[in-house]
């Protein structure tokens, strides 16, 4: 069974910096690109970023662009999200996501989420 | 970043019915809308991509079609784990954007 796996989330105040971990199981994990995405409070899905299989290809958002890393790693079958310069509109809950292979935006498997919170 | 328009924002239907998701991109994305369900304590699950090509494991009472800007979700004889969030989200070119979420709820 697949299963992705989110921890390291919490409360944060403006301007720190917080990393979340998704463990993923059931399935050959370097093989497969991994994203992350994010659902603000009663909000929609904003996706947030994309890092290929070997992590040739890493892609992010605007408004992340510049403050968010993400990393993987194959060997510890383990998605990262570092988070810096954290503001209150990046409260939200943070998914990762498991790349359709062959298909570039398509999310076949998804965690429970990690929730974030960025407040003083 | 290509805008996606999803419709109705609330939808009401009794099990055994059908209904329809409509989502409008900003511009033309050929083929490529995916559609997920999401429900509380669950993971969120792919149904459709490619606008009309079933996931693995969704039933075939949904269907996808559409393609250039405009594109639907149909959902025949629902069922009662039918009911949820929908969302549209376009994977022809970066960044994915996804729709604002349909409602769908029991009458």
């Known amino acids: 069974e697949v299963q992705l796996v989110e921890s390291g989330g919490g409360l944060v105040q403006p301007g720190r910096s917080l990393k979340l971990s998704c463990v993923a199981s059931?399935?050959?994990?370097?093989?497969?690109?991994m994203n992350w995405i994010r659902q603000a409070p009663g909000k929609g899905l904003e996706w947030v970023a994309y890092?290929?299989?070997?992590?040739?290809?890493?892609y992010y958002a605007e408004t992340v662009k510049g403050r968010f890393t993400i990393s993987r790693d194959n060997a510890k079958n383990t998605l990262y999200l570092q988070m810096t310069s954290l503001r209150s509109e990046d409260t939200a809950l943070y998914y990762c996501?498991?790349?359709?292979?062959?298909?570039?935006?398509?999310?076949?498997?998804w965690g429970q989420g990690a929730s974030v919170t960025v407040s003083s | 970043d290509v805008q996606m328009t999803q419709s109705p924002s609330n939808l009401a239907a009794s099990p055994g019915e059908s209904v329809s998701i409509n989502c409008k991109a900003s511009?033309?994305?050929?083929?490529?809308l995916a559609w997920y369900q999401q429900k509380p304590g669950k993971a969120n699950k792919l149904l459709i991509y490619?606008?009309?090509t079933l996931q693995s494991g969704t039933p075939s009472r949904f269907s996808g079609s559409g393609s250039g800007t405009d594109f639907t979700l149909t959902i025949r004889n629902l069922e009662p784990e039918d009911f949820g969030l929908y969302y549209c989200?376009?994977?022809?070119?970066?960044?994915?954007?996804f729709g604002s979420g349909t409602k769908l709820e029991i009458k």
């Open positions: 490619s606008g009309s």
């Open positions: 989200q376009q994977h022809n070119e970066y960044p994915p954007t």
């Open positions: 890092i290929s299989s070997g992590s040739s290809y890493i």
């Open positions: 059931g399935f050959t994990f370097s093989n497969y690109g």
């Open positions: 511009k033309s994305i050929s083929k490529y």
């Open positions: 996501a498991r790349q359709l292979p062959g298909y570039k935006g398509v999310m076949d498997a």
